[in-house]
């Protein structure tokens, strides 16, 4: 981004003469397309210095052990993780799940594009000014021509002073011109300059949500992408459970207004509450089938958290051994290991 501006700087610098003609063309109009665009490139070098806190406020939280005596202030963009990591860090370290995961990512992902949305309004003002100052232009040259014309006499004769009189005329007609496609080239050019600052904002910010979806999955130990598939399979379970179970009510209500309401015969008594019995039976094996497929569910997402923890803990005591090597490595003052180490 900074080699970026710094070209289009030399290259001003290069075509100042001829920049500075076009300027002067209307001076007001496209002064306030400059100063636009200037504004347009602080808001976009902005956008990717307000990352550095975040990116520094994140390493420290990694270097140190699980956040551990980090004093760092809460950085705002993260504002949310850090918070939620302060709260639930405990003696192995923070926990989260996918849930957890999955809501941070979206608030992180929000407010990145809300920064970029003044961005990329300012590229399209800078789009709209160009047009602006182009159909003014043409609206005085269009003007400027008609009063030349009509100021013209032919019938006097003196065809110098006539040519005088167009050349006067014209005067008026050419700074339209001069308008119109001055405010249309800073215009244009500033919506170009804009559009590949923001592009390169738009990179920095997808690195910085890139890695750090990474580092939180990590810290899940589950892949953030499969997540969605979990919770959707969970919540069908639930939905099957609550459908078994508002049909098994409505089946047991309907057996207790039947069996009020019949005074009659016993053979009929007897016919509909067997087929009442039939119905709450099913409703039974629905519900049972669905409260089965529940918990193989969990059991399922409890055998994938065991497994991790113990692949976390064999990691830790690994971890361990390497940095005790390294304490007496240290000890012995740089010397190699002694067998048996």
Not at 62 to 90: E, I, K, M, T
Not at 97 to 116: N, Y
Not at 199 to 220: P, V
Request: charged content about 15%.
């Amino acid at each position: 981004m900074a080699v970026f501006v710094g070209l289009a700087g030399f290259l001003v610098l290069i075509l100042y003469r001829p920049i500075a003609t076009a300027f002067a063309a209307n001076p007001g109009l496209n002064g306030l397309i400059i100063g636009v665009l200037i504004l347009g490139i602080v808001l976009a070098v902005f956008q990717v210095i307000r990352l550095m806190p975040e990116i520094k406020w994140v390493n420290g939280f990694r270097l140190v052990d699980y956040g551990a005596g980090f004093d760092q202030p809460n950085p705002r963009l993260l504002s949310q993780l850090a918070s939620y990591l302060r709260d639930s860090q405990g003696v192995s370290g923070p926990t989260m799940s996918t849930q957890t995961v999955r809501s941070i990512l979206e608030s992180v992902g929000t407010r990145l594009d809300e920064g970029r949305e003044i961005l990329r309004y300012m590229i399209g003002l800078l789009v709209f000014l160009g047009l602006l100052g182009t159909f003014w232009g043409l609206t005085q040259t269009i003007a400027s021509v008609g009063d030349t014309i009509d100021g013209l006499d032919v019938t006097s004769g003196d065809f110098g002073t006539i040519f005088e009189n167009l050349k006067t005329g014209l005067s008026a007609p050419l700074d339209g011109m001069g308008t119109a496609f001055s405010s249309s080239l800073f215009g244009l050019a500033g919506s170009l300059v804009l559009g590949f600052l923001d592009l390169q904002a738009g990179q920095a910010q997808n690195r910085f949500y890139t890695e750090l979806e990474d580092w939180m999955s990590n810290m899940a130990g589950v892949d953030v992408s499969q997540a969605g598939a979990e919770t959707s399979s969970t919540e069908t379970a639930i939905v099957s459970l609550e459908r078994s179970v508002d049909r098994l009510a409505r089946q047991i209500a309907a057996q207790n207004q039947l069996s009020s309401s019949q005074t009659g015969s016993s053979t009929g008594s007897s016919a509909a509450s067997t087929g009442d019995q039939a119905a709450v039976k099913q409703s039974i094996d629905s519900l049972a089938a669905g409260v089965q497929s529940l918990v193989q569910h969990m059991r399922s997402e409890q055998q994938m958290l065991r497994d991790w923890v113990e692949d976390q803990g064999e990691h830790t005591k690994r971890l361990a051994t390497v940095m005790e090597d390294v304490s007496r490595t240290m000890s012995n003052g740089g010397r190699g290991q002694e067998p048996g180490e």
